[in-house]
């Protein structure tokens, strides 16, 4: 197990603003960590349970559950050592209420609730997906609204975020989610696990001209997305080959991701179009998620956006796979808003982004919070 201290910012003075722990357990790594308002990253600890998932090609819910339930509390009280707090010190505690796998979600929201209940703390129950989503504000202070394009390992969507639980849907996958294509390539091409980082590594050794590969819903009207048919067409490549090399793996990471980043770029700018005439300004386009921790989609999108006038952002690297900052971060705008969660508040599986307007809060004000005193 690899115990990694991400995105720690440092700093000489500390204010005396809001304090959250955020925690993070929706999938395969555990994550606390504490944030402060100004937006500061005290501290930011992530347990990834690779090592124990990688002998079955992909993520055990069950395994990752009882991981999770191992290692929690130990990473709790690192990470308040690390921020130099003690309980008495927070003014909330934010966990990971969903989507996720149910049996490691349920494990943050109940030792989060304990600690709320026994300090007599307020809850918040974050949306995962809002945790990704609202990542620029706490590492560049950004405003509302901006276009963000969500693509991490279960989900792919663009859509206009105007505030603090208030989303609108451009578009989404038909199919698979764009993470699940990288790591199912990968698996294809036996790259191993896991697959996003395995194929974007392959890919910078190879020729992306050498394979045709199809890009789906390139020139279409409309934001969404379909993965699927890429990968098959990865599969039906590599069984065609008379052998299989080294070569042909990095030539067809390097095919498969350039389709990748054509398709993102096209879906792209028909939103970034539509948010123009919408919102009446020029993007932001937001990249946010596991996969916007590839170097040449980024690059890609970042060209795409200026080609159409507008800023392109994505979190530090660290800071757009799974943390838990983003959670307590996503607290601190709740709870700045007056927004928490009652203790009987019930895990969910599914929850989507859109959902959220039922809880918004009443949109006051867009102003955006300081940017971080020194940026991860
Ligand atoms: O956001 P995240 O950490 O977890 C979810 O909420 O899903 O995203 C994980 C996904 C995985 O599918 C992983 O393969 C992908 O992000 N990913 C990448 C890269 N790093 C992680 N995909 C492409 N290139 C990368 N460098
Ligand atoms: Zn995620």
Known sequence: MLSKPLGKQERKSYGDGMIVLGLETSCDETAAAVVEDPPFIRSNLVLSQLDEHRPYGGVVPEIAARSHLDHLDSLIERAMREAGVGFGDLDGVAATAGPGLIGGVFVGVMTAKAIAAARGLPFVAVNHLEGHALTVRLTDGLDFPYLLLLVSGGHCQLLAVEGVGRYRRYGGTMDDAVGEAFDKTAKLLDLGYPGGPAVEQAAAQGDPARFALPKPMLGRPGCDFSFSGLKTAVRLAREGLDSFTGREAADLAASFQASVAEVLADRCRNALRRFAVEY??????????????????????????????????????????????????????????????????????RWPLEDLTERAPAPASTAAPAPAAARV
């Open 280 to 349: 009446g300004q020029p993007g932001p386009l937001v990249v946010a998620g596991g996969v916007a921790a590839n170097a040449a989609l980024r690059a890609r999108l970042k060209t795409l956006a200026e080609a159409e006038g507008a800023r392109m952002l994505a979190p530090p690297l660290a800071l757009c796979t799974d943390n838990a900052a983003m959670i307590a971060w996503a607290g601190i705008e709740r709870l700045r808003l007056g927004v928490s969660d009652p203790l009987d508040f019930a895990p969910r599986p």
